[in-house]
C-alpha cells in the first residue's frame, strides 16, 4: 500500500517577478510563489537555482502567510554567481522551507529593540524591522543601526526616510571610510554603539553581519553592559538539510538551521570557534 | 520469545523461505577476507557461509544508500513521495550492526518534527536476522562504546552457533510466521548453558584486548570536556589525510549532502553521503569555514559521535565500536587510541602516532 508523505526535498516553484538592484552587487528578487509559504521573521528558506544547487537565505520582506516573497542577494559564491548571471525576470527558481526558529518576539515585547546590521546583513533585519512595525505597538522603541562600506552599499536606501519617520523608530547609519557628499558618521557600526540613549537592560538587540562583523559587535554590547542572553545573532553558517539531519551547521550541540539560525549568544558563548 | 535448535538443513530452509519472502542480503563469509555484504539468492544458498563476526561493509549502503534521487523539479507531480514499502531482508548482521540501525532510526524515523520518507521506506518492513559473535577481530571494541558481541535486541531472529547448528531466538511476530515449517526444535537446557558460554567467552576476549585503551570517565565526559581542543586530537590527526574513508565504511555516520543536477532537460535532486573530514563540508560562500583546519574536521567526527549526538539523543553514541574506521584508516589511525588519550595531558604519555598495527601492544615498544 502506498502512503503519501510529505517531500521536505522537493522545492516549491518561484517565479522571479522582478530583480531591483541594490549595490554593484546586490539584488533583491521579488517571486511569485505556487503555494502560500508562512515565515517568522528570523526564518529561513533554502533558495534553489535549479540545476546549480541550494544556497539559504532570510527573507528580506515582511513575515506572514503570502505567496509573495522577496530575497536580497549578494554576489559571492557558486550558487549566487550562477544567480546573479543567468537568473532572468520570468525565470522558476525553487524554495525550501521556512527553517529554523526564528526570532522569540513574545520574549522582546514591551522592551526596546536594537537592530544592527552591516552590509548585505541588512537583508534579513529587513524582514524583522517589517515585522516590528507591524506590531509596533508592542514595543518600547525600534533603533536601527546600519553599517556599509560606502553610501552606495546600502541595500534598501530608498526606505530609509520612510522608515525613520515610523513612530518610536531611530535610524542610524554609518561607513567605512569617509565619501564625498557624506555628513553622517564614519567608522565601523560598532562606533554606534557608543552612548546608546537606550535603557540597556530592557533593551533586546537583533544582529546580522559578517562573522567578523558580530564578534565585534557583540564584544561592544557586552563591554557596554548588555546581557548576553539579550543579544539575538544571526550565525548563518553552511546549512543544507534544513531538519537538523546533516550536521554541517552546528554549534557546538545546536544545530543552526533547527534552533536558529538566530542564536541567543549566552546560549553559544561557552563553544569555541562561535565566530568561525 | 523462544528460543529453538536450528540444524544446518534447517537453516538453509529457512534461508530459501526468506529469499523467497523478499529481496534478501547477506553477509557472507564464504569469500576472500573479512565477510562480505552482497545480494543473496537461492541458489547461492547451498554455498552461504554464516559470518563469526561483523562483515567489512557496513549495512547504511541498504538503509541509506550512497546516492539516492529525492526530487525532481520543477512542475513535476512528485511534490509529494509515494512511499512504496520494499520487502526486504539482511542475514548475518552482528550486535553492532543492530546498534547502527538504532543510530539511524532516532535520525530519520524517530525525530518527531520530520520524519524522512526516503529511509522510512528504505526501514520498513526490513527483515534482521543476526548472528552472536563467536569470533571478535582485533579492531572491535563495542566493549568501549556499551556494546556487547551479542544481539539483545532490534533482530526478528537470531542465531548463536552452537555444535552442529545454532540456538535460534525468534523476537517477533513476523519471524514467528517466518520460522513456521523450517524443523526447528526445542533448544535443551544444555545448549541455552553453551549460549551463555559462548557469549562470556568473547565478552571477556574483548575487554582483554581492549583493556589499554580504557578510561576512568566515559567518552560523552572525555569529549565534552575537551570540546576547546585537545593534544590527542593534534597527536594522532597527524597521519590524517582527510581522504574520509572512516566515515564511508561507519555503520553510524550519517551526514550528507543535497546536490542538484541537470537531467534530460529536467533537475533532479540527489542525497549523497557527504563527509566531515572533507573541506567543504562547512565551507560557505566567500570561503569562510568555522572547520578551516584538518585537525578541526578530526576532532568535529569524534564530537558529534560522543558529544553532540548522545547530547540530542539521550545519551547513545553514534559510534557502536564496531572497528571498521581502524580497519580502513590508511594513516593507522586507531579511534581507541585518540579516545584513551584525552584521558592524559602529555604527549608523552599518550599512545604512538600512527597506531601500532591491531594484533601490536598499542603502547607501541616503549
Known amino acids: 500500500m502506498a502512503e503519501e508523505m510529505k517531500n521536505i526535498y522537493y522545492p516549491i516553484e518561484a517565479e522571479v517577478t522582478k530583480i531591483i538592484p541594490e549595490t554593484p552587487t546586490i539584488k533583491t528578487y521579488c517571486f511569485k510563489l505556487s503555494e502560500n509559504l508562512a515565515f517568522k521573521a528570523g526564518q529561513f528558506v533554502q533558495l534553489t537555482v535549479p540545476g546549480v544547487g541550494e544556497s539559504p537565505f532570510t527573507p528580506s520582506s515582511a513575515p506572514g502567510d503570502s505567496d509573495y516573497l522577496e530575497i536580497t542577494i549578494l554576489k559571492t559564491g557558486r550558487v549566487t554567481d550562477s544567480l546573479h548571471e543567468n537568473v532572468k525576470v520570468g525565470d522558476t527558481l525553487g524554495i525550501r522551507g521556512p527553517f529554523g526558529e526564528g526570532y522569540p518576539t513574545e520574549k522582546f515585547k514591551g522592551h526596546n529593540i536594537l537592530v544592527v546590521g552591516g552590509g548585505v546583513g541588512l537583508a534579513p533585519m529587513r524582514a524583522g524591522i517589517y515585522g516590528f512595525f507591524q506590531e509596533i505597538d508592542d514595543y518600547k522603541r525600534v533603533s536601527i543601526k546600519f553599517g556599509a562600506r560606502s553610501p552606495e552599499d546600502f541595500c534598501f536606501k530608498n526606505e530609509f526616510d520612510e522608515w525613520a519617520k515610523k513612530p518610536k523608530t531611530d535610524l542610524t547609519l554609518t561607513i567605512d571610510r569617509p565619501a564625498p557628499g557624506w555628513t553622517g558618521t564614519v567608522g565601523v557600526v560598532t562606533v554606534l554603539l557608543e552612548n546608546l540613549d537606550l535603557d540597556i537592560e530592557d533593551t533586546y538587540v537583533i544582529s546580522c553581519g559578517p562573522e567578523i562583523m558580530l564578534k565585534f559587535v557583540t564584544l561592544k554590547l557586552l563591554e557596554v553592559g548588555f546581557d548576553p542572553y539579550h543579544i539575538y545573532l544571526s550565525m548563518n553558517r553552511r546549512m543544507s538539510c534544513g531538519v537538523g539531519k546533516c550536521h554541517r551547521c552546528n554549534i557546538g550541540p545546536y544545530y543552526l538551521c533547527k534552533d536558529g539560525p538566530d542564536m541567543c549568544y549566552g546560549d553559544i558563548m561557552d563553544y569555541p570557534n562561535v565566530f568561525g | 520469545m523462544a528460543l529453538l535448535y536450528l540444524s544446518e538443513e534447517n537453516l538453509k530452509t529457512l534461508l530459501n523461505k526468506v529469499c523467497d519472502w523478499g529481496e534478501t542480503f547477506w553477509v557472507n563469509a564464504n569469500a576472500d577476507g573479512k565477510p562480505k555484504l552482497e545480494k543473496a539468492s537461492k541458489q547461492a544458498v547451498e554455498d552461504y557461509q554464516l559470518p563469526q563476526c561483523r562483515g567489512k561493509d557496513p549495512l547504511k549502503q541498504i538503509i541509506f544508500p550512497p546516492r539516492q534521487r529525492v526530487a525532481e523539479y520543477p512542475n513535476t507531480p512528485q511534490k509529494r513521495f509515494e512511499v512504496q514499502p520494499k520487502k526486504r531482508a539482511i542475514v548475518g548482521l552482528t550486535a553492532c550492526d543492530l546498534s547502527a540501525i538504532r543510530i539511524y532510526d532516532r535520525v530519520y524515523l524517530e525525530d518527531e518534527e520530520f520524519v524522512d520518507p526516503f529511509y522510512k521506506a528504505n526501514r520498513e518492513n526490513l527483515f534482521l536476522i543476526s548472528i552472536d559473535c563467536s569470533e571478535v577481530y582485533k579492531t572491535c571494541f563495542c566493549n568501549l562504546v556499551n556494546g556487547k558481541p551479542y544481539p539483545e535486541k532490534g533482530f526478528d531472529i537470531n542465531l548463536t552457533p552452537v555444535e552442529d547448528g545454532y540456538l535460534m531466538d525468534v523476537a517477533t511476530d513476523p519471524a514467528q510466521e517466518m520460522i513456521k515449517g523450517i524443523g526447528a526444535s526445542d533448544a535443551s537446557d544444555t545448549l541455552k548453558k553453551r549460549r551463555d558460554q559462548i557469549r562470556t567467552k568473547s565478552q571477556n576476549k574483548l575487554e582483554e584486548q581492549n583493556k589499554a585503551f580504557e578510561t576512568s570517565s566515559d567518552y560523552q565526559k572525555l569529549v565534552t570536556k575537551a570540546d576547546g581542543g585537545h593534544k590527542s586530537y593534534e597527536h594522532h590527526a597527524s597521519t590524517c589525510v582527510m581522504c574520509g574513508a572512516c566515515t564511508h565504511v561507519c555503520p553510524g555516520c550519517f551526514c550528507f549532502g543535497l546536490m542538484d543536477n541537470k537531467v534530460d532537460g529536467k533537475y533532479e535532486r540527489m542525497i549523497s553521503w557527504d563527509s566531515c573530514h572533507y573541506s567543504g563540508f562547512s565551507r560557505m560562500a566567500g570561503m569562510g569555514n ?32 564496531c572497528g571498521r574506521c581502524v580497519d580502513n584508516c590508511m594513516g593507522k589511525i586507531d579511534m581507541r587510541a ?11 604519555e599518550m599512545y604512538p602516532s600512527p597506531s601500532p598495527a591491531p594484533d601490536k601492544d598499542p603502547r607501541g615498544d616503549k
Open chain 2, 290 to 321: 568555522p572547520r578551516g583546519r584538518a585537525v578541526q574536521r578530526f576532532q568535529h567526527r569524534y564530537n558529534h559521535k560522543f558529544y553532540h549526538y548522545p547530547e540530542r539523543y539521550a545519551g547513545a553514541y553514534s559510534c557502536v565500536g
Open chain 2, 338 to 348: 585518540t579516545l584513551r588519550d584525552l584521558s592524559v595531558e602529555n604527549v608523552s
